[in-house]
């Protein structure tokens, strides 16, 4: 009877674990690959300089792109705090790729808001936080089929291009540095 117990207890505690070890490393993020036609339009950076999108988008560098607006106090930090973490993670590589942060609120981050904002977040040469016109802006947030009609509304969403190919990974969710990297380098091995 003791020994039917023991065995008993055993497999619980086997099963426990094994779904346990199964809910940690189930990943938070949706993750798909999606072909999207980068609208034609010209966009203004924290310098104030005109940015044709397609051009930026188009770098011999692995390209990510996220949508965040400066007084956002949910998600963008979130977003934001991933691309400082990778690129202070790449260290001197972190010229290595180009990271794009779109604005959808463009009526409220100006040119100001956005380079305290990046300055807030350590943001090295390489990361562009991006305005325009509610028109354009609009137009990329459909293109990349993350269009919201209230910014209150917006989700997490980090879009991914290798440098040679058209097809963008799409993250939907929370994604860490470490899984973000992880996207990144597998680039490379494909």
Known sequence: MKKTVFSLICLLLLSIFTVFNAVAEEKRYKRTEEVYVVPDVVLTNQDRQSVHL???????KPVLVDFIYGTCTTICPILSAGYSNLQRKLGEDSDQIQLVSISIDPEYDTPEVMTEYLSR????PGWDYLTGSRVDIEKVMHAFDAYVQDKMSHYPLTLIRSPEGSTWIR???????KELKQEVDALYKN
Do not use: P
Request: proline fraction near 0%.
């Open 54 to 60: 397609v051009e930026l988008l188009a770098s011999d």
């Open 121 to 124: 977040y350590q943001a090295k």
């Open 171 to 177: 993250i939907y969710g929370l994604v860490g540095t």
